[in-house]
């Protein structure tokens, strides 16, 4: 009778541990479908940090790496281009009392996202950019 309790016993942690370990694999899957990480910005004046895309729902969402550093030019925003080479200009950058946009919600008609790339809207010059490796939606 003890045998049989103690084989139930194992039967059920060894249940409990391959449930465990399924619920892990399936949030780390689940995790790895909605974020991505772009590669290092590159450019005249950004060089440096990355862009994180992740999903809220229906909402597409961007956010710069803490490494980031914001350029010291006078109008920095946000750009996006998507996989037909479409360019979307979106919000500033550098907003008022020295904060920092630092993410963004991609309106809806942006239908994915290849770059990201900081725009000098005053000097209308490509600051740097980031790509994904494949676009994101």
């Given at each position: 009778?003890?045998?049989?309790?103690n084989s139930n016993s194992l039967r059920l942690a060894a249940l409990g541990a391959l449930i465990t370990a399924g619920?892990?694999?399936?949030?780390?899957?689940?995790?790895?479908?909605?974020?991505?990480?772009?590669?290092?910005?590159?450019?005249?004046?950004?060089?440096?940090?990355?862009?994180?895309?992740?999903?809220?729902?229906?909402?597409?969402?961007l956010t710069l790496s803490a490494d980031f550093k914001v350029p010291d030019t006078p109008d920095p925003h946000w750009r996006v281009v998507d996989s037909q080479g479409n360019i979307y200009d979106l919000q500033k950058l550098s907003?008022?009392?020295?904060?920092?946009?630092?993410?963004?919600?991609?309106?809806p008609y942006?239908?994915?996202?290849t770059k990201v790339q900081i725009w000098c809207a005053f000097a209308e010059s490509l600051l740097g950019e980031a790509s994904f490796a494949k676009p994101v939606k």
């Amino acid at each position: 009778m003890q045998s049989v309790r103690n084989s139930n016993s194992l039967r059920l942690a060894a249940l409990g541990a391959l449930i465990t370990a399924g619920l892990f694999v399936s949030q780390a899957a689940f995790a790895d479908m909605h974020e991505h990480t772009s590669g290092t910005f590159s450019g005249v004046k950004v060089n440096g940090g990355t862009v994180k895309h992740t999903k809220d729902g229906n909402k597409n969402i961007l956010t710069l790496s803490a490494d980031f550093k914001v350029p010291d030019t006078p109008d920095p925003h946000w750009r996006v281009v998507d996989s037909q080479g479409n360019i979307y200009d979106l919000q500033k950058l550098s907003i008022k009392g020295d904060k920092v946009n630092t993410s963004i919600t991609v309106p809806p008609y942006v239908k994915d996202v290849t770059k990201v790339q900081i725009w000098c809207a005053f000097a209308e010059s490509l600051l740097g950019e980031a790509s994904f490796a494949k676009p994101v939606k």
